[in-house]
C-alpha cells in the first residue's frame, strides 16, 4: 500500500526546459511534504518542502505546488540544468507521525544538453 | 565539517551470517533513522530512534535490530533471519525526532550485497 506514489519513473528534457515532476498520495493526514534529490552511489538530500497551509514555494530554479484537493504536489525545475540529472523523491509526513517520512518511488531526471 | 558517515560503502555478506552496518553523526541531532531502498521502491523505514537508549521499529523491522547507546551512533545489525538482506542501506539524522519537517540529513549509504 503506497502512500506516496511518483508514477514516472523517469523523464527526459532539454536544458533550458522545464522539468516538471509529479507525486500523489493517499492519506489526508499528510502535511508536510518534501523533495529529495540523490545522485547515484549517495545519500538523498534535501531539496524543498511545502507545508499543506501553502499551495506554492519557491526557492531559486526549484518550485513546488501543492494541491490538497487532488493529492498532488510538483516539482518545478525551471530552467533545468545537466547537472539536474539524479533521481528526485518525494515524502510527506503525517501530523500524528511526524518524526517519520515516507517515501515515494522516485523519478530518474535526465536533463540533455 | 558535520555529517553522517556510513561504513563501510560496500558490503558482501555470506547466507547464514549476521553483519553490522555502522551510522555515525556529528551533527548533534536527537534523532536517527535507518532506511532500505530497493529498486523500483522507496525508502522503506526499519527502525528509528529519538533519544539516546530508545528506539522504535519501522514499517519493516522483521531480520533487523539497533542500539543507541551513544547519541552519534546508530548501527544496524541486519541478521540471518531477514530473508531478503541484498538492498542500499541509507541512515539519516534530523535535529528533532518529534517532528521531521527540518528534513533529514542523510549518509552515503551502504550497499550490501549477500553471495
Known amino acids: 500500500d503506497q502512500q506516496v506514489k511518483q508514477n514516472s519513473p523517469s523523464l527526459s528534457v532539454q536544458e533550458g526546459r522545464i522539468s516538471i515532476l509529479n507525486c500523489d498520495y493517499t492519506?489526508?493526514?499528510?502535511?508536510?511534504f518534501l523533495w529529495y534529490k540523490k545522485y547515484p552511489a549517495e545519500g538523498p538530500t534535501f531539496l524543498i518542502s511545502?507545508?499543506?497551509?501553502?499551495d506554492k514555494n519557491e526557492d531559486g530554479r526549484f518550485t513546488v505546488f501543492l494541491n490538497k484537493s487532488a493529492k498532488h504536489l510538483s516539482l518545478h525545475i525551471v530552467p533545468s540544468q545537466p547537472g539536474d540529472s539524479a533521481v528526485y523523491f518525494c515524502?510527506?509526513?503525517?501530523?500524528?507521525?511526524?518524526?517519520?517520512?515516507?517515501f515515494g518511488s522516485g523519478t530518474r531526471l535526465l536533463v540533455r544538453p | 565539517d558535520g555529517g553522517i558517515t556510513q561504513s563501510p560503502k560496500y558490503l558482501f555478506r555470506k547466507e547464514g551470517q549476521n553483519v553490522t552496518l555502522s551510522c555515525e553523526q556529528n551533527?548533534?541531532?536527537?534523532?536517527m533513522y535507518w532506511y532500505r531502498q530497493d529498486p523500483g521502491q522507496g525508502l522503506r523505514l526499519i527502525y528509528y530512534?529519538?533519544?539516546?537508549?530508545?528506539?522504535q521499529k519501522g514499517d519493516i523491522a522483521e531480520g533487523y535490530s539497533v542500539s543507541r547507546e551513544k547519541k552519534e551512533s546508530f548501527p544496524l545489525t541486519v541478521t540471518s533471519a531477514q530473508k531478503n538482506p541484498t538492498a542500499f542501506y541509507l541512515c539519516?539524522?534530523?535535529?528533532?525526532?518529534?517532528?521531521?519537517?527540518?528534513?533529514?540529513?542523510f549518509g552515503s549509504g551502504t550497499r550490501l550485497t549477500v553471495v
Open positions: 530512534s529519538q533519544i539516546v537508549n530508545d528506539f
Open positions: 492519506n489526508s493526514m499528510f502535511d508536510y
Open positions: 551533527l548533534n541531532h536527537d534523532a
Open positions: 539519516a539524522s534530523s535535529l528533532d525526532g518529534s517532528r521531521a519537517n527540518y528534513g533529514y540529513t
Open positions: 511545502i507545508s499543506s497551509i501553502k
Open positions: 515524502a510527506a509526513s503525517a501530523v500524528d507521525s511526524s518524526y517519520k517520512l515516507i
